[in-house]
């Protein structure tokens, strides 16, 4: 079990070691640990290594120079110039939140960058400023669209964070398929079965064999099948890919760069690098920021006694499982898998840097 | 069968004869039209019963001063004033695209206004500006959110137009439920049951029974249940309502008022009538039009190349289906169901117009 503050500074550290400034690493490191507080250790530590990786294998500029290509009073162009995501992705939110300030909304398209983390994250970057925040990114094609079996789209994920008043603002972060990828690699490792529904065998049968993306299968979208809607989460997905990477100029759809290094790059580009997409909005910018948020705090609580279904204990607000998960896990500490452990000890000693084995 | 101008010239003197100016009504005949053409005939000519016993019923308000409340450079409110939904909604889309000319992206929330037809027709009319267009709005409760029993929200669907070259432009227009209303009442009309995965009954039990609406049921959100995903589609649809109504002041969630005169309105009011929320954002604003629009190009033949599912013809990129309907119904002309004519012939007669009963 760990501190996040241990786990903050060793991440700090780490990147540090591969080349970052502070303020870039402490960056980097604030996302991994949101990740393992809001309770998705998948974008978490687990994720060090394949940066570290892409490190050792050339493919991340580690002194990027993040810079606008282009922009207008509510928009603007951002080239991440290889950078870690997470650096990327925020000098971008930053610059919509700064539009944002002066021209009621501002959005930012982002090209050149990789992986970024939680999503949420730079939604929720807007949340201080009264604003709406919006993140969205595309990712390496795993999912198929409605009547293919071409792995096409990423899980492509929306954020969406909007301020409340005396409740906790409603933080939306989801994948547009119906699970997260690393659902499948824990399913798969427990020898376990998972509901059809989720993903498809190469020729497009239903299929509950969590491995299948190894076998030429591919992911579906957010609705599963035509007859329950996976039209509409392709449509999602689509929007997500073409505002994160055709606006911007970066790859799109199956031509995503791999985020870890043991896959090859791909043969054809069509772009720079990973896509996002950044959105902030003011809300005094629509009605004054009290009223807006007592009007928020009033659809939060009537959302919340909404009647539970039988065997249900409650109707929740989206951000309410990882505001509950982070607060126990800022008093417990953070458990990280012995696995995990080792991978981490073993790149700090290459790096010559200390990491506490811990069980 | 009727041709659509037959039918658009119909609605028009209809409106008209209710108090519409020409250009309103010319307006809204043109969004019914567009319902029938893209073969979504559910907002189409069925609908025009609702409009004319809301006017009878005094709950429309026929010439509404539609105006901006509060606005920046790039955002507005706009107050409906009570009107038929299509001109609230057109209004607002155009500011949304002259904010959008000058500060590159416009976004417009809504209230005081009531169903607005087809989400997709507001966020195409970006597209001859060469624009990205959206248009979202609230609507009557009739889907439970995750682990509810209780009618919150209502199909709150999401509309995305964006320009392509030589390509068609990709239209995506869904509901953020597994189905339509529309489809439920069709297969309880044949006596036929549906798929489980998108109703429940009134103590949240799975069914397949198409009327279970009536019986204290509810709609399930895009992803059916929680393991599929449903509690993405609730987030969907929440961010819909919110950004529809909380940014605007309209009513939000289980208090939209209802669309057709028969029942009731609620007791509670949050806020003014129906809301929507659209958005603008210039394509030059991130890159060369031209540049885009070869990207858009690429990325929809590389989609439309995508392998098919066995026993699937291809793969359809958002906007094909509703394009192929409206190219077959320009030349063969609209098929309308012989109670909707029989209605349409009732309420002429009642207004002193002319309309020609065809089989």
């Known amino acids: 079990m760990y501190t996040h503050e241990y786990l903050y500074d060793f991440v700090k550290r780490f990147f540090m070691a591969m080349g970052c400034n502070e303020d870039d690493a402490k960056l980097i490191a604030d996302v991994f640990i949101a990740a393992e507080l809001r309770g998705i250790p998948s974008h978490g530590m687990i994720r060090v290594k394949d940066y570290y990786q892409l490190w050792k294998a050339g493919r991340i500029n580690i002194r990027p120079n993040i810079r606008i290509i282009h922009e207008t009073p509510s928009t603007a162009v951002v080239d991440g110039d290889g950078a870690i995501g997470m650096l990327a992705a925020s000098k971008s939110m930053e610059i919509a939140i700064e539009k944002a300030s002066k021209a009621g909304s501002g959005w930012v398209s982002t090209r050149g960058s990789n992986h970024y983390g939680i ?211 800022r008093m417990e500490g953070i458990s990280v898998l012995p696995v995990i452990v080792a991978e981490l000890k073993e790149m700090a000693d290459e790096m010559g840097i200390e990491f506490e084995v811990r069980g």
Chains 1, 2 share one sequence.
Not at 127 to 140: E, R, V
Not at 242 to 253: C, D, E, P, R, T
Not at 311 to 325: A, N, S
């Open 119 to 329: 999503a949420g994250y730079y939604a929720m970057m807007a949340l201080k400023h009264d604003m709406i925040g919006m993140s969205i990114t595309n990712a390496n094609p795993l999912v198929a669209p409605t009547f293919s079996v071409s792995q096409m789209m990423g899980t492509n994920p929306i954020a969406v964070a909007i301020p409340a008043g005396s409740q906790p603002p409603f933080v939306a972060d989801f994948a547009t398929t119906p699970i997260a990828r690393g659902k499948l690699a824990v399913a798969e490792k427990k020898g376990e079965k998972v509901s059809f529904g989720l993903v498809q065998d190469k020729d497009g049968n239903p299929t509950d064999d969590p491995s299948v993306l190894k076998k030429g299968g591919s992911m579906l979208t957010l609705g599963g099948d035509y007859e329950h809607g996976s039209h509409k989460g392709y449509c999602l997905s689509a929007i997500v890919d073409i505002f994160s990477a055709v606006l911007s100029g970066a790859n799109f759809g199956p031509f995503v760069p791999p985020s870890v290094a043991y896959l090859p790059l791909l043969d054809k580009k069509v772009g720079e690098g990973t896509g996002h997409f950044f959105g902030a909005m003011r809300i005094d910018a629509f009605q004054p920021a009290e009223v807006f948020k007592a009007k928020m705090d009033e659809w939060i609580t009537t959302f919340r006694s909404a009647r539970p279904a039988a065997g249900k204990d409650k109707v929740l607000i989206p951000g309410d499982p990882e505001r509950e998960i982070e607060k126990r896990l």
